[in-house]
């Protein structure tokens, strides 16, 4: 498998513009723009889910889950933690735009497991000012997802929570095991 980290980010040939990774993006972008035909779908996840889930790079969601563009919502984050941020867009996501269900993704090795909330405190130093977020940080990831779970279960604003699941993605197998919410 090839991805974009093993991929040069620096010009071969000599008359090749030079740049930033996000001009790289921007040229990326044009060439998809170039082929781009509108799929003529609407903003509401053909298959009525939104899925919660870790921002680290090495999750391909859409490959992993055998999704399709326009099936479903993602919302991602540090750790995939159910924050105040999340359930709001969940709540959009139900109340606006028709899903259902809710799948929440952690993974094996997980930056968040080897922070603490001395983060926040660290960067209070070093800028001089506490940040109004908490780390989410975590020491076991089954445990996160069961807490996960249980905040999109008892939210007043969510519509829909009997359809929760959780599940931890091993970086390794690229396997999910799913966890028992008790």
Known sequence: MTTSASVPTEPEDATARPGTVTDRLVDANEQYAAAFTDPGMDARPVLRVAVVACMDARLDLHAALGLELGDCHTI???GGVVTDDVIRSLTISQRALGTRSVVLIHHTGCGLESLTEEFRH???MEV?????????????????VRQSMQRVRTSPFLLHSDDVRGFVFDVKTGLLSEIDPT
Do not use: I
Request: proline share 4%; net charge negative; glycine share 4%.
């Open 76 to 78: 991602r984050n540090a």
């Open 122 to 124: 660290d960067l209070e």
């Open 128 to 144: 001089g000012q506490r940040p109004a977020w908490a780390v989410e940080a975590f020491r076991d990831v089954e445990q996160d």
